[in-house]
């Protein structure tokens, strides 16, 4: 049994900061990439930030340099995000991309999702 928690949500004033973690426990494969993701109300899921068992990040264009994330532990990331806006309100969600090298097969484990509000 995976289970990933994330933690760190809650409502800030546009500027503000706040940091996401996640944390991942139980049974895993090896961790092909950690990232966060997003879901704002009445949009479409996406990607904000990835990073690789390497240490490679990227970022969707709309947090660049604002966001930054990172890995503090083996199965846990974090997702440091500065001069929020409200544009960045949404649930964020936690995902691990994990690979077998027996069966060859490659699988997501997802969090249950922290919401974020910026908002005055």
């Known amino acids: 049994q995976v289970q990933l928690v994330e933690s760190g949500g809650g409502l800030v004033q546009p500027g503000g900061s706040l940091k996401l973690s996640c944390a991942a426990s139980?049974?895993?494969?090896?961790?092909?990439?950690m990232a966060w993701y997003r879901q704002a109300p009445g949009k479409e899921r996406e990607l904000v930030a990835v990073?690789?068992?390497?240490?490679?990040t990227n970022y969707t264009d709309s947090v660049k340099g604002r966001f930054t994330i990172g890995r503090n532990a083996k199965n846990a990331v974090y997702l440091q995000m500065i001069s929020l806006k409200p544009e960045d309100t949404a649930v964020y969600y936690c995902?691990?991309?994990?690979?077998?090298?027996?069966?060859?097969?490659?699988?997501?484990?997802w969090g249950q999702g922290t919401p974020v509000t910026v908002s005055s």
């Open positions: 990073i690789s068992s390497g240490g490679s």
């Open positions: 139980g049974s895993i494969d090896r961790i092909n990439a």
């Open positions: 995902n691990v991309n994990t690979y077998n090298s027996w069966t060859r097969l490659r699988r997501d484990y």
